[in-house]
């Protein structure tokens, strides 16, 4: 694996940022800049009028309809699946807190290949390239957050102005993130002071 590579094959949405599993997925940004990006400047996503982290399942409900499948995750959340009703052709996955039936984030899987520009174009996004390490501390069965960090393992693509994020495989995204919350921390927060309560950690239902 080059230095502009990455393994993962999910992620979690924790209380603050990504919970990331390593897996299986490689993705290469070779021919793509590394940016910096601002944390402060993030927004929760929107789309269609949702907005993460503060719409609800009825206002997914209106939009959409009721989802093909819907499956509570081992993490406590409901996990609602659509498909085609997103910018693209493709999968899409919402993810509702089952008690204050706020929706917390949504995936879409696009069924046709769809570059990092396409992406940029579509969502009226500029996404930068940045790496995220993870957070050792706070590892838990294989999963935990992410910080930023300049040689960082993890490879995003990311628009926190816009709360998108991009994952990758190969030259084309995997799927698309719409976040209620940062992607991850500023800096490890391993090294704080006092450093961080660990917290159970649990992968999404199988798609």
Request: aromatic fraction near 10%.
């Amino acid at each position: 694996m080059n230095h502009r590579s990455f393994l993962v094959s999910g992620i979690v949405l924790a209380q603050f940022g990504a919970v990331v599993a390593l897996g299986a997925i490689s993705a290469s940004s070779a021919d793509h800049t590394e940016g910096r990006v601002e944390l402060k400047k993030f927004r929760p996503a929107t789309y269609k009028g949702l907005r993460f982290g503060s719409s609800r399942r009825a206002d997914v409900d209106r939009l959409f309809g009721p989802p093909a499948t819907a499956a509570m995750g081992e993490d406590g959340n409901l996990y609602l699946y659509y498909r085609d009703v997103g910018v693209v052709p493709g999968k899409i996955e919402l993810v509702v807190n089952p008690k204050s039936q706020v929706v917390l984030w949504m995936s879409l899987y696009p069924a046709a290949k769809v570059s990092v520009e396409d992406a940029s174009r579509l969502l009226e996004a500029r996404f930068v390239l940045t790496r995220w390490e993870f957070a050792v501390c706070m590892e838990e069965g294989g999963m935990g957050p992410v910080y930023l960090s300049p040689h960082g393992s993890l490879v995003v693509f990311y628009a926190p102005e816009k709360g998108l994020a991009l994952m990758m495989e190969g030259e084309h995204v995997k799927w698309i993130e719409y976040l209620a919350k940062p992607y991850g921390y500023e800096s490890d927060p391993c090294k704080t002071k006092g450093g961080p309560s660990n917290r159970s950690r649990k992968p999404r239902p199988e798609r």
